[in-house]
């Protein structure tokens, strides 16, 4: 393993921490997943692309990484607010489906939009609807503990005495006092002792189809205990990170951590990591407000407020341009630029892989590792290891244009340079590496045959013809250069 002093911020200390996993072999991560209703849009794409790159440089550091992701199928998140009733339960009885069909059509999605966004799957993808038995031993447990009650068949979690035994709300930061002021107004429930109070079971209302029996009545777990019950089956009672997007601080992960310091009388997660939000044209992405863009609008560019198609690799490029607990604002304007930047990193890349070596070597490449790794160290900085990429990519032109000259050894370890970095940590696709290869060997090869035509016209001097080509391609928005190699091209 390479000796590295990998900082992360830790949103529960709030400080960053020379991170010291509880076992050096085996890194325990547990990530809140999807909630499988609706198609995947760039709230999904955000957690799974930061920590897809905590995934993948823990990886390359050495560690085996036990990555747990799940699946929130149980169906209780997404109310319909007129009705009441959840939305997969809705959906498959409108449409005479199984619930879990509607889950794996949605699930279907969510992995297709992930896997073009270059995103690598988890170790382990447990769905909360496979570990209801789980849940309920887990609520008995509380139940024994002291720390929850049952209620006209539903079991909630004793807040105010929680609060009093080991404190509620360090990670968020909320004081109880405030908490049970602004929510004893709002909550009309007369089954809770106190407003504050979560559900760890609830009883099902008759039109609710999803739902299972337990010694409190015929329902469903809630939403918090899926995470505290699954993260400890698959990472222990004690695990190194856990993450999230910062909107399931509170309550999501303050109910997370008083469940199993409940349970097991201890803190589960060493390092609680939380990625920043994305607005869309400075506003709050929302379905009320007209600006909830899916990945697929994306991908294919069938969004109203979208100009163009934005390719998966130029999301997750632009995502990666920030840091993940700094805020992300998606606009055209933001995406276009980004997208020609990953094309000035990806013409760099393919350029390194023409570059002619040379005896003696006029460039300087000793710092660009030590650089890229302090980035990462740095609590993930992926936009200061961008720099440092583009840093390499300057180089490579400069070689590539005859201004500097490289050895052999040069070139070998600018290509390491970049394929560990680019490609193996930052998850970026070149054309070289990735599938979007073979889309565009077609478009490659008819350049290549025009050019072809243009050299065969200059040899027998038709120069109107040579011209034509070139005066229309450029026209086209090509560059095309004649080098002592041959003919070079760009778009
Ligand atoms: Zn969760």
Not at 117 to 141: C, D, R
Not at 228 to 235: A, G, P, R
Not at 338 to 352: F, Q, W
Request: glycine share 6%; aromatic share 10%; net charge negative.
């Amino acid at each position: 393993m390479k000796e590295h002093r990998l900082s992360i911020y830790n949103s529960l200390s709030r400080c960053k921490e020379t991170f010291k996993p509880i076992n050096d072999k085996l890194v325990g991560m547990y990530v809140c997943g999807p909630t499988v209703y609706g198609d995947g849009h760039l709230g999904h794409a955000r957690p799974a692309i930061t920590f897809d790159v905590v995934f993948r440089y823990l990886t390359h550091l050495g560690y085996k990484v036990r990555y747990v992701r799940n699946i929130t199928d149980v169906g209780h998140l997404e109310h319909d607010a007129d009705e009441g009733e959840d939305k997969i339960a809705k959906k498959a009885r409108l449409e005479q489906l199984e619930p879990m069909e509607v889950v794996q059509f949605y699930l279907n999605r969510y992995h297709d939009a992930m896997a073009a966004l270059n995103v690598l799957p988890p170790s382990i993808e447990p769905h909360a609807s496979g570990h209801i038995i789980e849940q309920i031993e887990y609520i008995k447990t509380i139940l024994d503990a002291g720390y929850a009650y049952e209620s006209e068949g539903s079991v909630y979690f004793d807040v105010p005495k929680f609060n009093r035994d080991y404190g509620y709300g360090r990670l968020s930061g909320r004081n109880i006092d405030e908490l049970l002021a602004t929510t004893r107004e709002l909550d009309g429930q007369t089954e809770k002792r106190n407003p504050a109070d979560f559900a760890l079971w609830k009883k099902a209302a008759p039109e609710h189809i999803m739902h299972w029996p337990s010694p409190w009545s015929e329902g469903f777990p809630g939403w918090h205990l899926e995470c505290s019950v699954m993260s400890e089956k698959y990472l222990g009672t004690q695990f190194d990170i856990h993450g999230g997007g910062m909107d399931l601080k509170f309550p999501h992960h303050e109910c997370e951590i008083a469940q199993s310091v409940a349970h097991n009388h201890a803190q589960a997660v060493h390092y609680w990591m939380h990625n920043n939000m994305i607005t869309i044209n400075g506003k709050k992405m929302g379905k009320s407000l007209g600006n909830f863009i899916t990945l697929e609008e994306f991908f294919t560019g069938k969004h109203q407020l979208l100009e163009q198609a934005y390719s998966p690799m130029t999301i997750r490029f632009f995502i990666l341009q920030a840091h993940y607990r700094g805020t992300v604002d998606f606009s055209n304007e933001a995406l276009k630029s980004a997208e020609i930047a990953l094309g000035r990193m990806l013409d760099g890349y393919r350029r390194l892989q023409e570059l002619k070596p040379s005896d003696k070597s006029t460039i300087d490449i000793s710092t660009l590792e030590s650089r890229a790794y302090e980035a990462l160290d740095d609590d993930f900085n992926t936009p200061v290891l961008i720099g440092v990429l583009f840093d390499a990519v300057r180089i490579i032109n400069q070689v590539k244009d005859h201004a500097a000259t490289a050895t052999q050894a040069d070139i070998d370890a600018l290509k390491k340079f970049m394929d560990t970095f680019l490609v193996e940590i930052l998850g970026i696709r070149t054309e070289a590496s990735g599938d979007s290869a073979e889309a565009l060997r077609p478009y490659h090869e008819a350049v290549d045959l025009l050019l072809q035509i243009r050299a065969e016209a200059k040899a027998r001097k038709d120069w109107a013809t040579s011209d034509l080509i070139r005066d229309r391609m450029a026209a086209l928005g090509f560059t095309v250069k004649d080098t002592k190699d041959g003919v070079e091209w760009s778009l």
